[in-house]
């Protein structure tokens, strides 16, 4: 059985200071996938990053960073220097690649960023 | 954005009627599913097709059901609605190309 978590709950930081979200994941698969969704105040879910389990290469997109670490089963995600906009719920999921693709996702994050 | 819309956006019911939730794609992509979306849990899923007519249940399917008949459309239907079913409900569309999916809008179901 596949499992998602995500330990934090509510993470509260001020504008400009880094956050560093945790994701756990259980999984008999060799091959899957890894997936962070954000999900802003207005509701709707944005894609963020996709992640193949045979390509451990860690990735920078501008703000956003993301540790895949195969030894430890995490695929942790950064906002550096955090805006107001950062603001919102932020989902990890998991997927294998003959479930049809089906997600299977974490409890997510809530991230409050203050001014 | 992919061209999903989920119609009604928002619903108030009551206990023990029918409801049905629509999931319109404009993507041609064969996989949609639906999630129901609840505090503590993140999104679950509750049914999926993977084509026409084809379909199956996920992780929370019961007191739920789903119909196909065209590639673009995708009906969840609560054939007695409870309280529990209160939630969130999200339809998204993927391809078999590394299981990315695309979400809707969301549709806030309140059973009262």
């Known amino acids: 059985a596949q499992k998602v978590t995500q330990a934090q709950t509510e993470i509260s930081v001020v504008e400009k200071e880094d956050v560093t979200l945790d994701c756990v994941y259980e999984?008999?698969?060799?091959?899957?996938?890894l997936f962070w969704y954000k999900q802003p105040p207005s509701g709707e879910l944005v894609f963020l990053i996709r992640?193949?389990?045979?390509?451990?290469q860690n990735e920078i997109s501008g703000r956003y960073s993301w540790n895949f670490q195969k030894s430890t089963s995490s695929f942790n995600f950064t906002i550096t220097a955090s805006q107001v906009v950062d603001s919102a719920v932020y989902f990890c999921?998991?997927?294998?690649?003959?479930?049809?693709?089906?997600?299977?996702f974490g409890a997510g994050t809530q991230v409050v960023v203050t001014p | 954005d992919a061209g999903i819309t989920q119609s009604p956006r928002h619903k108030v019911t009551e206990t023990g009627t029918p409801v049905t939730l629509r999931c319109h794609q404009t993507?041609?992509?064969?996989?949609m599913y639906w999630y129901r979306q609840d505090p503590g849990h993140g999104l679950r899923l509750i049914h999926y097709?993977?084509?026409?007519?084809?379909?199956d249940k996920g992780e929370v399917s019961d007191g739920y059901s789903v119909s196909r008949s065209k590639t673009e459309d995708f009906l969840l239907t609560l054939e007695s609605a409870t309280s529990s079913q209160t939630s969130v409900y999200f339809c998204?569309?993927?391809?078999?190309?590394?299981?990315?999916?695309?979400f809707g809008p969301g549709t806030r179901l309140t059973v009262l």
């Open positions: 999921a998991l997927s294998a690649p003959d479930s049809w693709g089906k997600l299977q």
């Open positions: 999984t008999r698969d060799t091959t899957y996938y």
């Open positions: 992640r193949n389990s045979f390509d451990e």
């Open positions: 993507e041609n992509h064969r996989y």
């Open positions: 097709s993977y084509g026409v007519k084809d379909t």
């Open positions: 998204a569309i993927g391809t078999a190309v590394n299981n990315e999916q695309f």
